[in-house]
């Protein structure tokens, strides 16, 4: 059995949860979103709490079970809350700014500035430009996109230069120490 899909997600105020079928649908303050499960996963709303059940007892099913409950648990949180990631951008001249058209400008050091088209369902913020906010409903699209800006320049151990999360710890390294050849 699985711990995790068998606890019940209560749903906050303001949020409305519909299941038509494999389609979970649920609407709050935020916005609104769906999920389809997989075939062997199915959820039924029971008051203000939603139920998720795997329709056999195979080691599969019960997997899929407690990874289908998540995923129901952060589309309820996303439409009642929203996810967000800041990103800091460190470097002489590095920075970051958004373009008309729903594009993002990075200038990072390289040759060219890097040009990336903004999904439509995520909203990205530059208060500063060396902050970038990324927010949205749907978590894991917020953490992938926060991802790909990451990789266009990571932080670098020895100057600390590139792109990283606004919490993310980089172990500063040691550069290389002359030493005279006295001997």
Request: charged share 25%; hydrophobic share 35%.
């Amino acid at each position: 059995m699985s711990r995790l899909g068998k606890k019940p997600i209560d749903l906050p105020e303001k949020v409305k949860v519909t299941v038509s079928g494999q389609t979970v649908s649920a609407e709050g303050p935020v916005g609104k979103g769906s999920v389809t499960m997989h075939p062997e996963i199915s959820a039924k709303v029971e008051g203000k709490r939603v139920v998720v059940s795997c329709k056999g007892q195979t080691k599969v099913q019960k997997m899929l079970w407690g990874t289908w409950r998540s995923h129901v648990a952060n589309l309820v949180e996303g439409v009642a809350k929203g996810y967000q990631k800041d990103l800091e951008i460190s470097g002489v001249g590095y920075n970051a700014k958004i373009l008309q058209g729903g594009k993002l400008l990075l200038t990072l050091g390289y040759s060219h500035p890097v040009e990336m088209a903004i999904p439509k369902d995520l909203k990205v913020e530059c208060p500063q430009p060396v902050l970038i906010s990324v927010k949205g409903i749907d978590k894991r699209l917020v953490g992938q996109f926060a991802a790909e800006i990451r990789a266009k320049r990571p932080v670098e151990p020895y100057n600390l230069k590139g792109i990283r999360y606004k919490d993310e710890v980089v172990r500063r390294k040691a550069g290389k120490t002359f030493v005279t050849g006295a001997t």
